[in-house]
């Protein structure tokens, strides 16, 4: 029974998540808005709203440890594994927009997280910023969605909008239904397996919640939709911060109490994977193949590291010497190389 509702709640939030992003883009799409701005708004907030129910349902079930790790965890799993498998299937070019606006955002949300993280947990006052922040930027997109709209924004040949009106409805209402089974039998799992429930979030719940940003992304290398990818991710990990996180943090009882795990490990891999994206998205303008697979390697060296510490395996220090003084070393110097052969190199317009 554990294991159907846990398979159940996650068809469950992967559909209603479907619908409800089928839905809000085509009524945002007659509201006038650009394509541009529905992928970094609709779609990637319509694709975190599964992380969104997950995160609430724990935080008021007391489950804070799995309701920090979902956000975090899917933050790192956006990154490293959905971009490095996008990459991987085809290499794709990075707006220049994502990488002056949008990229560093993320970054600097990310390291807003962990000075908010300092004190222990994230309280009601530290939640009533981040909605603020997003509330705020999400009414800068639009602006600048509608300056950019073009009078064929809006479609005649779409159904009519009582139709996307149920999807949205619809996909709400399987949203908060899956994540109440999907986290009950994530909690069940983790007590059978012994280990704690921040770390049950930070991988299994991470990338169960994160299916619809691989799903949209995956489908966008394959049709060689530029940016949306990329914007699928950096968008979805913006409203993870000030949308998931700031609406737990708001409406939790006792808001988000934090692990010395949490503050000085994970939440510093989180930063440090959105500032890998700087470089990355600098080198050439794009995501090579090779630099996806440098992505998908640290994803499962990092799964890896979280398994081992919570059996508290004999490897655990050897992994960590490597990975600190050896793999991550080597890599940001190559990085940081090709970042510098870029920026030398002459522009085409």
Not at 241 to 254: E, K, N, Q, R
Request: aromatic share 8%; hydrophobic share 55%; charged share 10%.
């Amino acid at each position: 029974m554990t294991i159907a509702a846990f398979v159940v709640g996650l068809v469950l939030l992967i559909v209603g998540a479907e619908g409800l992003v089928r839905g809000a883009s085509r009524l945002a799409a007659r509201l006038g808005i650009s394509s541009l701005i529905i992928g970094l708004t609709v779609v990637a907030f319509g694709t975190s709203s599964p992380e969104l129910a997950v995160s609430l349902k724990a935080a008021m079930d007391g489950q804070a440890g799995l309701a920090m790790g979902n956000v975090v965890g899917s933050n790192i799993f956006n990154v490293l594994f959905i971009l490095g498998l996008s990459a991987l299937i085809v290499p794709m070019a990075v707006a220049q927009q994502l990488v002056r606006i949008d990229i560093p955002l993320m970054v600097a949300l990310s390291v807003l997280v962990l000075l908010m993280s300092l004190d222990g947990a994230i309280g009601r006052f530290d939640g009533l910023v981040l909605v603020t922040a997003l509330a705020a930027y999400t009414t800068f997109l639009l602006r600048q969605g509608r300056r950019a709209a073009s009078p064929e924004s809006t479609t005649r040949t779409s159904p009519p909008w009582v139709i996307d009106l149920l999807l949205v409805s619809g996909g709400l209402g399987l949203l908060v239904i899956g994540s109440r089974w999907f986290v009950e039998g994530a909690v069940a799992f983790a007590a059978y397996l012994g280990v704690s429930d921040q770390v049950i979030g930070l991988t299994i719940i991470a990338a169960g919640t994160s299916l619809p940003e691989l799903v949209t992304s995956i489908i966008a290398a394959l049709r060689g939709e530029r940016d949306i990818a990329v914007g699928n991710v950096v968008g979805s990990n913006v409203f993870n911060i000030l949308g998931v996180l700031g609406l737990t943090g708001l409406l939790a009882p006792s808001g988000i109490a934090l692990s010395e795990a949490m503050i000085g490990f994970d939440l510093p891999v989180m930063i440090a994977v959105a500032l890998a994206c700087l470089p990355i998205c600098f080198t050439g303008g794009q995501i090579s193949r090779w630099e996806g697979g440098v992505f998908l390697g640290y994803y499962l060296a990092y799964t890896l590291y979280l398994l081992l510490a919570a059996a508290r395996h004999d490897a655990l220090p050897g992994f960590g010497v490597v990975m600190l003084y050896f793999v991550l070393p080597i890599t940001a110097l190559t990085l940081a190389l090709l970042m510098f052969r870029d920026l030398r190199r002459p522009r085409i317009p």
